[in-house]
């Protein structure tokens, strides 16, 4: 049958989402017929669907599923394909095609088995007005969680937190955040034994030049601390009612309490390793896990239905030993500092630690869950880097599926959508349980049309840069542009150029040039610093080209601003410049140069 007509979407709709449902196939189907049909939508909900299905007959569309969430998905499913949209970014929905559609009768689109409960993003910046186009497009990919900071959320006003609540959205309060349950200006005085003791000294958390809380702790074994953070999270759950869990997640950094009663629970003659950038401090697993165990026991007496998120991160990455994951507790995993040359199950002499790690917190898991805390726009910073997952993450995911986690999470950052929006639709296709050889030749025609072919050439040979650095390769520009020729990017800007120049009114394809172009200046920039060729003035000049292209969605500014200072402070210094002047780093990054090359 042919649809020559937008319908009439039977039904009045008490549930805010199924409302939403109801004003999104409306205008989806408006824009693309432009005038009225004669055939309707209805909505069902049916408890045995695993996931949203849509089916057609006698001139009525149902879209059914468990709830009102999945039968949104079920809508922009149904107009993804069927009606030719492609929702590729925040605010910005593509349309390919107009006119009639023809439809079969029967099962339109079958539910299908969601292989992971927990879909989403890590979002590191405060909400702002373009926040509700990014919760419209994380249900238009059905993505359902986004971790933020707590200082973000209580920054988020009522109509923010139902825009996201209504599109089934949950938003996981506390990321990095001892510092917000227990904040020094409010305790160090009158409780300095509830932080850390280095050398001999109760340290005071306060933020350092760069801003970060590196390496400053509390002293977790503390019992009155320990019973101060649950008051404190019951009393934020009381303000935040709809919140359905909150994080106990360590500063970013080390530092853990060397006072006598924590110094039990670690040898310090056991570091970390090499693989997770924790070779120069002693393994605290036991001391988090302890506090995590206790500070869930307690958080369940006020409040069982709650769930409490930890990490796994650098020294403290594997489960300590008799640790179990109960029904409360969800452990997000970093796999930080990756490889992203393999595949995390893959022979690699990185990945394969992360993923012995990931498959302990698999095993371990008595009723709660395994998230993979993911970067598939880069480590540290988001310097728009080439990092090409959009088809090894369907790869990743059936691995993961077959492994028992239960969801990913990855940081992004919206200004950079054009250089990692293809990672991201990729990640949201595969955590659904789409396929690899049906999900990216669809995504590729979306997007470039009959140039299908040639942009994934130019995608294969982005990915032949990082792959030609060497074995193995973490994103970060020392690693990349110290083990690269500039030859390969001269010619990523002549296959963006051929791109560009068949749909020279693409946004995408402009952009995708002008992402080459940066990648190829701030080589050769590099090469000329380390030839004794370049500094501060040609190093303003790269950040001033790269500030002129505001109006696109390339770079994430701020943190350029952020990271070129870093190298201007290296060059007045005298000191080597490897990556953002932090001394523990930068020693990782002097055993990167022969690691990553397999030596």
Known sequence: MLLTG?????GTFEDPTLRLAADEISALCRKRFQRAGSWSVVFEKDGALPSFEV????????????????????????????????????????????????????????????PFKVRGFIQEYPFNEDSPLLADWMAKNKLNFLNVWMKYYDGLDARGREAFRIRG????????????????????????????????????????ENALLLGKQLCTTNKELRKEIVKNMVEYIGKNPELKSVGLTPNDGFGWCECEECSKFYDKSKHGELYSLSSHVYIADRIYHNMVQDVAGQLAQYRPDLDLYFCAYINYCRPSEGFKLTPNLTVMMAPYWRCINHRIDEKCPINSRYAADIKAWCDCKEGGKVVIYE???????????????????????AYYESIGVDGIATQFHPPHWSVYGLNFIAMAKALRGEKEEEAVPQMMKALFGDDAAEAEAFYEHMRHITTSAGPCHVTYPYALFSRTELGPYAKAVELAEALKAKAPLCKLRRELRIWTEYLYRYKALFDAFHAGCAGIPEIDHLLSWIHSHR??????????DVYFEAWRTAIRKGKEYLHFNLDWEDDYIRQHRNFLNGK
Not at 6 to 10: A, D, L, R, S, T
Not at 81 to 108: A, Q, T
Not at 551 to 560: M, Q, Y
Request: overall charge negative.
């Open 169 to 208: 959205v949950e938003i996981q309060s506390g990321h990095h955040n001892f510092d917000y349950w227990i904040p020094a200006q409010k305790y160090y005085k009158e409780h300095p034994e509830f932080f850390a003791e280095v050398n001999g000294t109760r340290i005071k958390p306060e933020k350092d």
């Open 551 to 560: 109006d696109t969605h390339v770079f994430v500014h701020n943190r350029f």
């Open 375 to 397: 970067y598939f726009m880069g480590v540290n910073f988001y310097l728009s880097l080439p990092q090409i997952f959009h088809r090894t993450i369907f790869q990743e995911c």
């Open 6 to 10: 937008y319908p009439v979407v039977k």
């Open 55 to 114: 089916r057609f007959k006698e001139s009525v569309l149902t879209v059914a599923g468990p709830d009102a969430v999945e039968i949104l998905y079920g809508v922009y499913d149904f107009a993804e394909k069927i009606l030719g949209y492609f929702f590729y970014e925040p605010g910005r929905d593509l349309l390919n095609g107009s006119g009639d559609v023809e439809i079969s009768e029967g099962v339109v689109i079958p539910a299908r088995k969601v």
